[in-house]
C-alpha cells in the first residue's frame, strides 16, 4: 500500500543491488541462524490471544491477513527493526519503493545516524498477505514545529489499532509511560512488536550498504541479529497463512523460531 505525503522528504530510492541484497537472503542464512545472536539479544514477535484477525483488501480486492507498520524516520528502533522486517515479508511478496534513509542526527538523539530504509514510497505485492506502513515524521528537525517534519498520517482505523495495542496491556515488559512507543508492528492483531526487537547499537558504525552486503554470511554478529529476527517474524507471519509458502515455513531456521515461540 502507498499513500501520500505531506512532505517530499528528499527522497533517495535504494539501488537494485541494495533492494537485492535485503529482500533475497539465502535460506541458507536462514538456517545457519535459526534464532541465534550471541551478540545482542533478540525478542521474538509476541502472541496475542483472543483477537479477531486483521485483514485488508489486496490489489486483487482478496482479503488477506494484514501487517500494519506504523513508526518515523527519526526513530533509531525503527531503522533497526525496518532492516529485520523487510527480510521477513520478503519471504511472503515483493517489496517496491524501497529509499534509503538514516536515524536523526539531531544532537541528543540515541544512536544517531543508524542507516535503514524508509517506507515512504513502499508498495507490497504478495498473495499471502497486505502490507501497510506509516512513516509519520522525517528525520529533519523544523525548529519552526519544534519537531520533525509530518509525512504521512494514519487512518483512523490504523490509529485505533495503534491505541489499543501498543499499550501495556497488550505489550509485556513495557509500562504504561511507554504506550505508543515506535515502531509499532501488528501482523494480523496476532502478534505485536513494539520498538526494535534487537538494539539499534548493533549497526552502529556501519554503512547501509555494509550492512546489506553482510547478509549474506551468517557468521556476522550483525546478520545473526537481524536474520534471528526475521526468522522470528516469519514463523509469526506462517500462522498468518497457514504456513504458506511450505519451503519459507517448514525451513530449518523458521522452525527453530517457531519452537522458541510455542507455535506449529
Excluded at 479477531?52 to 489486496?58: E, H, K, N, P
Amino acid at each position: 500500500m502507498s499513500r501520500t505525503s505531506s512532505a517530499t522528504n528528499g527522497y533517495s530510492p535504494s539501488s537494485p543491488t541494495l533492494v537485492a541484497q535485503v529482500t533475497k537472503v539465502p535460506s541458507s542464512v536462514f538456517n545457519a541462524v535459526g534464532v541465534t545472536s550471541n551478540v545482542v539479544p533478540v525478542t521474538p514477535s509476541q502472541a496475542l490471544k483472543g483477537q479477531s484477525l486483521l485483514t485488508g483488501a489486496s490489489s486483487t480486492g482478496a482479503q488477506l491477513p494484514e501487517v500494519l507498520y506504523i513508526g518515523a524516520e527519526y526513530c533509531p528502533f525503527c531503522a533497526a527493526q525496518r532492516w529485520a522486517t523487510i527480510v521477513a515479508l520478503s519471504r511472503f511478496g515483493t517489496l517496491k519503493g524501497l529509499g534509503n534513509t538514516e536515524s536523526s542526527v539531531l544532537a541528543g538523539e540515541a544512536y544517531p545516524g543508524t542507516p535503514t530504509f524508509t517506507f515512504l514510497k513502499t508498495t507490497y505485492t504478495s498473495k499471502y498477505l497486505v502490507l501497510k506502513t506509516v512513516e509519520e515524521l522525517n528525520n529533519v528537525f523544523n525548529t519552526a514545529l519544534n519537531n520533525y517534519s509530518p509525512l504521512q498520517k494514519p487512518t483512523s482505523a490504523e490509529l485505533a489499532i495503534f491505541k489499543k495495542y501498543d499499550t501495556s496491556k497488550f505489550i509485556h515488559g513495557i509500562t504504561a509511560a511507554q504506550n505508543g512507543s515506535i515502531p509499532f508492528l501488528t501482523f494480523g492483531n496476532k502478534f505485536l512488536i513494539s520498538g526494535a526487537s534487537y538494539t539499534p547499537a548493533t549497526l552502529a558504525g556501519l554503512t547501509r550498504s555494509a550492512i546489506a552486503a553482510g547478509l549474506s554470511d551468517p557468521s556476522s554478529p550483525v546478520t545473526a541479529a537481524i536474520v534471528a529476527s526475521a526468522n522470528y517474524q516469519t514463523a509469526a507471519l506462517c500462522t498468518l497463512t497457514k504456513n504458506q509458502p511450505s519451503t519459507v515455513c517448514t525451513s530449518a531456521g523458521v522452525k527453530a523460531a517457531k519452537k522458541v515461540m510455542g507455535l506449529k
